[in-house]
């Protein structure tokens, strides 16, 4: 199972109701985090996400609406009592930054740094969840991220059977683990049936349009993209500025087969996202707007 | 006249119904800001304080919760339409501090640096209001500020009757200006009474309680003073984190003689510090619990 909760929506601009974006997904006491603007170690509290679980903080870009409150996160985690090491997931530049934000914040952990343009390689895992990043099409360097948490396959008795193995070896094999057999090294997946579907996230902000969110989000149990304006008539702002009106980011989620759509990062002229659903929605049925502190618990299909 | 915000009240770290502690005091179109922590700009736009306005930002010290946020702030301030450049005042290591922080973040105006220990002069002024600096005493090197705004003393006719000032000239001299008559440079305090009280406004956070404050409080007709722990049972940790209770707070402004005390930079421990007034007010009693968005008019004496 994969927890989700968006802790804020707002774009660019940190507003006394609405935080800004960033996400928190954990599974099994390890989470991820994406993206921390100011305010954003309060917004995790206000939602009840727990600071001290964030093995992963994945940033999209360097704007300060982003990652101008990272320096107050780390803090938080070691005021929450974190003491293993963190990794921190960026496009090229990260280092340099994270030495200017940090200059007068120590956080008493250790911290990885994955400067990255996006590939389909796992870059790193918190628990279970892997962690993949891609491009995006803003105004500067931008990465969008899947979260993925992969399912074993079932463990199947005939053919364990049929390969002769021994039942003393079938739980240690069931696990995942390779098992010697006498001289012969058995390796798992002569006890374990087909490829089950794993839980597939995608989240993607600040960004145009791309075959590559497309690409990427094949499958996914749940998009969230941002919707920086409401409606189609703001495009020529969208284009300028690398953002996605609500009808964009919902064709996305369509061609991509997605099961659900959430929207945020809302620009702050619109007070209320919700009065422009039937925009998305129209195109993409599942379409959800994200509100602060929104959260889903992501299943295994059957 | 001068018009102060505290709007902010909270200690070390933001909390979803209190944000970090900062001072705003504005007078004919000009502020001062003091310290700017994580979420200063979404306090200061919830309190409806414009960013604007804002000529100088004093900073206490460098610690995250009392400037983690100027760079939010100061893009804000852009986004406000600020152009006129701004000064910033701090201890010593201000410029490299800034450096670090605004690393992603530059604002559209110039910034002028000031980086002071402490002495009786007007570091720089915001329209009127003359911005003095002292030291404090906590774990790091840490200011405690002034704001005065002067006031010109009354016209009087018959010293310029007296000094035989002839009538077209009284208007100029009145505002202050000096004058040439003929051959004679006449200076306004020729047609001037004597000088009046102004207002003044003493601030400081985080601190042990000292002699300085004292001194430089004399005559406040507001002091703001931290009070991170309600009560005396909490003085090793005052001691050792440079903090003061609330009857150490209380102690300073009945010795200075001030006029009213506003506390505030409660520690999270003390969800509600109301409760611990009375702490304070046996000592002195016009002691008020500082809480976010409190304001005050503070005007020139009869």
């Not at 998009?223 to 980011?249: C, S, V």
Request: aromatic share 6%; charged share 25%.
């Amino acid at each position: 199972m994969l927890d989700v909760c968006l802790a804020g929506t707002s774009g660019m601009v940190p507003l006394k109701d609405r935080w800004l974006t960033t996400l928190y997904a954990s599974s099994d006491g390890h989470a991820v985090l994406i993206d921390s603007g100011e305010g954003t170690q309060v917004a995790l509290a206000a939602a009840g996400c727990h600071v001290k679980r964030i093995d992963a903080i994945c940033i999209t870009h360097y704007h300060l609406d982003h990652i101008g409150g990272i320096a107050g996160l780390l803090l938080a985690m070691g005021n929450a009592g974190r003491t293993e090491p963190v990794d921190i997931i960026g496009p090229p530049g990260l280092v340099e930054v994270l030495k200017g934000l940090l200059i007068i914040a120590v956080p008493p952990f250790d911290v990885t740094c994955y400067q990255v343009v996006g590939s389909d390689e796992v870059i790193c895992r918190a628990g279970k969840i892997e962690i993949r990043a891609f491009s995006a099409d803003h105004v500067v360097p931008c990465l969008g991220y899947t979260l993925t948490l992969p399912r074993k396959p079932k463990f199947d008795p005939e053919k364990a059977l049929e390969n002769d193995i021994p039942i003393e070896a079938w739980s240690l094999l069931q696990k995942g683990d390779s098992v010697k057999i006498g001289d012969r090294i058995v390796d798992p997946s002569l006890v374990l049936g087909e490829e089950r579907k794993g839980l597939k996230l995608l989240y993607s902000t600040d960004t145009r349009p791309t075959d590559t969110i497309v690409e990427m989000g094949k499958g996914a149990d749940l998009m969230i993209l941002e919707g920086e304006y409401g409606t189609t008539d703001k495009i020529d702002r969208a284009i300028k500025w690398g953002h996605m009106t609500f009808p964009e980011a919902a064709e996305l989620a369509k061609r991509s087969g997605a099961k659900e759509l959430w929207l945020t990062h809302f620009s702050q002229s619109m007070p209320d996202p919700e009065e422009y659903l039937e925009n998305a929605a129209a195109i993409f049925p599942n379409t959800v707007i994200g509100y602060d502190g929104i959260r889903k618990t992501l299943a295994f299909e059957d």
